[in-house]
């Protein structure tokens, strides 16, 4: 590899000194859309110049690859083609049985006669494609067992993703450190057994996913878990046999962690102090924060700083203490990482000022473009202004957006702050399909923008409105991860969801589309100055927000906020008034640093005294939504953009409880006693789910069951006014 770089660096010198005064040369990062250009103006800079070409290149591919990098490489490495696709699936095929007719139809859909993929679309059933590679293999509840050949996974290089979940496999865990590459391993609910190797994962270091949970193993947890997967960050491992004490995860890395139902013991590391103590639950010996029982002696673990925490996680920078280098290899390590440093600071800063470049470049083109477009207030109305709308604290609700001054040319919103180029990609088969220049020259309506970003709607040639939803806030989700995690999105399915239809996805620029409800928002209607809902049609709206609700928690249990930004706004209305739930399960895609910021379900007290966020987190979130459907009142900061639990929606709560009766809105127009009645009762689930402990809280099963069983005493007199 040295020799490579060096190479590259020669030839890129032969370009310098084909220069005389002025030296240009470009060099290309495989993570970078274009190329940064040095110039080296004299000759006293020229040694350096060359230095710092040299070290830069050799930090470019020295690099163990970031998030992109497995996406990326796809550009240099040709190995994978549709052939040995076919025949390393074939061979993994013969090393497995069933007897349940799903998994003989999917495993009988692996023709030789077709390929497995072509682009993002599977032949096969079973088998996830990306852009003509065999990217993940799906095959759940099939009854399949056997002994899993890793070996003939081997030739498929851009597997990422597998997934065993529910089958009948049984025995020791495979090796899947020949699977390096791996990203998700999905092998819950089979029956695995025996003791997993300490270095079961050493040679996984992309993995982030990681399904263990009821099978039978025993044993330790393998440390190589915490010491050679920085990425993990899901990792569940309940209703198993494991013995011995945790490993020490490393801080602020594993979001979700499951071991309930073990035979652990010892104290929990300080790094998962603030997780949920049903993380830890059904292990009898475990003790220490955050479970009530503390431990009798604390271990010197326990005593752990975070800081001394990272250290001893981190196998490597052990063995180097161990091994006290001597002098001269110590200087250089020192002179090594200065001059590492010394390049990447450059390369920031060549960034930030091409960055910088590119957006003083582009945005007052969004922004004329759009506003000489629309002739509307550019407070309103333009993408970089969008969050003032929302920070003022007074956001408006229009009834919905059907204002012609609004209308733009959806290209001209689109395609001003960044180059839209490229394809769509489409979630689901029950759509007509259209491509993004249909989009760009559809005309469009601004919706709003919001904390996420800005909405459009899009009238195509045929007569379809879709929405078009241009996210902030997006650019670290690895290209893989966001097409992993919108198929996720594409294979929900249900009445009380919108659908989303397809995305586009660029480094900068991410869009969603989903279809268009033709009725505005809960919010528009609460708080709009046109229109009014009725008791039943709040009933029934809140009947439906529950059932989506409960859907998604069911259908992604491994989330532990399902939908994270459950509010008014993200309720929409079909031409019945059916509701329709939008803008969900978008935690795994928000940039961490933004989360908090960002998202409703961040502003749950939970989140604000204790950093936790649990199951029960959405569950508060539809309290609010029920006691501001019921009293017509916005819930005072709530949209702001702004972190924890500010005191004024904890005393809008208060108050909201406190005014009882009165706080309900008069436009219910609630004539009978009965409907009283079940007002009351629906404000009082409302509060319920509104407890600030999470003890007394609600869970979502208690909060949907009451909710159904609300009748709606006014239905025969049932009708919409205002509309
Ligand atoms: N598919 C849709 N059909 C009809 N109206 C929509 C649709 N999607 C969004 N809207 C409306 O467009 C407006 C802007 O929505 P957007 O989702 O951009 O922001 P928001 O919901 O206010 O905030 P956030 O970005 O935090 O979710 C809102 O009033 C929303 O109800």
New binding site residues.
């Given amino acids: 590899m040295v020799r490579e770089v060096y190479s590259a660096y020669a030839s890129n010198c032969g370009l310098l000194w084909a220069g005389k005064e002025r030296m240009m040369t470009e060099v290309h990062d495989a993570g970078r859309e274009a190329p940064i250009t040095f110039a080296c103006s004299s000759s006293s800079s020229r040694y350096l110049c060359h230095l710092i070409i040299f070290l830069l290149l050799v930090s470019v591919s020295a690099q163990p690859g970031d998030v992109d990098d497995d996406v990326d490489d796809k550009s240099t490495d040709h190995l994978s083609d549709a052939k040995s696709s076919s025949e390393a699936l074939f061979n993994f095929k013969s090393s497995l049985s069933t007897s349940s007719p799903k998994g003989q139809q999917v495993l009988g859909s692996w023709a030789p006669s077709t390929s497995p993929c072509t682009g993002n679309n599977a032949n096969w059933l079973g088998v996830i494609c990306f852009e003509g590679d065999v990217w993940g293999l799906q095959l759940e509840n099939l009854d399949l067992s056997g002994a899993i050949d890793i070996d003939s996974l081997l030739p498929l290089h851009f597997l990422r993703t597998l997934s065993f979940m529910n089958n009948n496999f049984k025995g020791a865990m495979p090796d899947w450190n020949k699977l390096g590459a791996l990203k998700s391993l999905y092998l819950s609910n089979n029956s695995f057994s025996g003791q997993i190797p300490d270095d079961a994962f050493k040679g996984m270091s992309y993995l982030k996913k990681l399904y263990l949970s009821d099978n039978q193993f025993t044993g330790n947890i393998p440390t190589s878990l915490a010491t050679s997967c920085p990425r993990l960050f899901e990792l569940r491992l309940e209703n198993n046999k494991f013995t011995g004490s945790l490993p020490d995860f490393p801080l602020d890395v594993l979001k979700l962690l499951n071991v309930s139902n073990n035979q652990l013991e010892g104290p929990i590391p300080p790094s998962l102090s603030l997780m949920d103590p049903t993380t830890f639950a059904g292990n009898k010996g475990m003790c220490g924060k955050p479970l009530e029982s503390t431990c009798s002696s604390p271990s010197p673990e326990a005593n752990t700083t975070p800081n001394s925490l990272n250290s001893t996680v981190n196998g490597q920078s052990g063995d180097i203490i161990k091994k006290s280098p001597s002098v001269p290899s110590r200087v250089m390590l020192i002179v090594a990482v200065c001059l590492v440093v010394l390049c990447l600071a450059i390369v920031l800063i060549l960034i930030i000022h091409r960055r910088s470049r590119n957006s003083n470049q582009d945005n007052p083109q969004l922004t004329s473009r759009v506003v000489e477009s629309n002739n509307i207030d550019a407070d309103q109305n333009t993408l970089s202004s969008a969050p003032d709308v929302?920070m003022s604290g007074n956001?408006t609700?229009p009834r919905?957006?059907n204002n012609n001054s609004n209308n733009i040319k959806a290209g001209d919103a689109l395609t001003a702050a960044a180059t839209v180029v490229g394809k769509l990609s489409f979630v689901r088969d029950d759509r007509p399909r259209f491509d993004l220049q249909d989009l760009l020259r559809a005309s469009a309506e601004v919706?709003?923008?919001?904390?996420?970003?800005?909405?459009y709607?899009a009238l195509l040639m045929d007569g379809q409105a879709v929405?078009v939803?241009r996210f902030k806030q997006m650019n670290h989700v690895a290209k893989e991860d966001f097409h992993e995690h919108m198929r996720r999105l594409g294979r929900l399915s249900h009445p009380n969801l919108?659908p989303l239809v397809a995305y586009y996805y660029r480094k900068e620029e991410k869009l969603l589309v989903?279809?268009?409800?033709s009725n505005?928002?809960l919010?528009?209607h609460l708080h709009g100055n046109h229109s009014r809902l009725d008791w039943s049609s709040r009933l029934k709206i809140i009947k439906g927000v529950a059932k989506a609700l409960t859907y998604l928690h069911n259908e992604l249990p491994s989330l532990a906020l399902p939908h994270g930004?459950l509010?008014s706004?993200?309720v929409?209305l079909d031409k019945y008034y059916n509701p329709l739930l939008?803008?969900y399960t978008l935690v795994p895609l928000v940039n961490l640093s933004q989360v908090q910021h960002?998202l409703v379900a961040y502003k749950a007290p939970e989140y604000a005294q204790l950093g936790r966020i649990t199951k029960k987190t959405d569950v508060w979130s539809l309290g609010i939504l029920i006691l501001e459907t019921l009293t017509g009142k916005l819930p005072t900061n709530y949209l702001a953009l702004s972190t924890g639990y500010g005191t004024e929606l904890a005393s809008w709560v208060d108050t909201i409880i406190k005014d009882n009766e009165s706080a309900f809105d008069k436009e219910m127009d609630v004539t009978t006693k009965d409907s009283q009645g079940q007002i009351q009762k629906l404000f009082n689930i409302g509060v319920a789910c509104c407890q600030e402990d999470l003890d007394t809280r609600w869970d979502l099963k208690e909060a949907l069951e009451s909710i159904q069983a609300l009748n709606d005493k006014d239905d025969a007199d049932h009708q919409i006014v205002g509309v």
Wanted: overall charge positive; charged content about 15%; cysteine-free.
């Fill in positions: 929302i956001p609700y919905h957006a919706l709003g923008s919001g904390n996420l970003g800005s909405s709607k929405v939803k919108l989903y279809d268009y409800a505005g928002s919010a528009s930004h509010k706004s993200n929409l939008m803008d960002l």
